[in-house]
Nanobody, 123 residues
Framework: QVQLVESGGGLVQAGGSLRLSCAASGRTFSNYDMAWFRQAPGKEREFVAG????????YSAESVKGRFTISRDNAKNTMYLQMNSLKPEDTAVYYCAAGTRGLATAHRMYDYWGQGTQVTVSS
């Protein structure tokens, strides 16, 4: 059974930074694709960034390019999302996800999800 546990969310002022972590357990993740999604109140869950665990290839949504960086630490089985230059519109619950059906932007392509961590950016 795959378990994903996010941490690192919080309240930050606009222009500030946060680093989210997603600790993964239960499987060998070399064949997995992993991603960060976010969901703001009243909105659909949207793709933020993804990474192919084995080779480290990454892909980010246009809205976060140049501000957010996704990475992983193989030894710790942990994925990160470094978020810089945060904006109020980045406020959302951030989820990590894992799957084996490709580095996709659609949330239905991922089989395992964490419980989410709240990020709030004040103006």
């Amino acid at each position: 059974q795959v378990q994903l546990v996010e941490s690192g969310g919080g309240l930050v002022q606009a222009g500030g930074s946060l680093r989210l972590s997603c600790a993964a357990s239960g499987r060998t993740f070399s064949n997995y694709d992993m991603a960060w999604f976010r969901q703001a109140p009243g909105k659909e869950r949207e793709f933020v960034a993804g990474i192919r665990w084995l080779v480290g290839t990454t892909y980010s949504a246009e809205s976060v390019k140049g501000r957010f960086t996704i990475s992983r630490d193989n030894a710790k089985n942990t994925m990160y999302l470094q978020m810089n230059s945060l904006k109020p519109e980045d406020t959302a619950v951030y989820y990590c996800a894992a799957g084996t059906r490709g580095l996709a932007t659609a949330h239905r392509m991922y089989d395992y999800w964490g419980q989410g961590t709240q990020v709030t950016v004040s103006s």
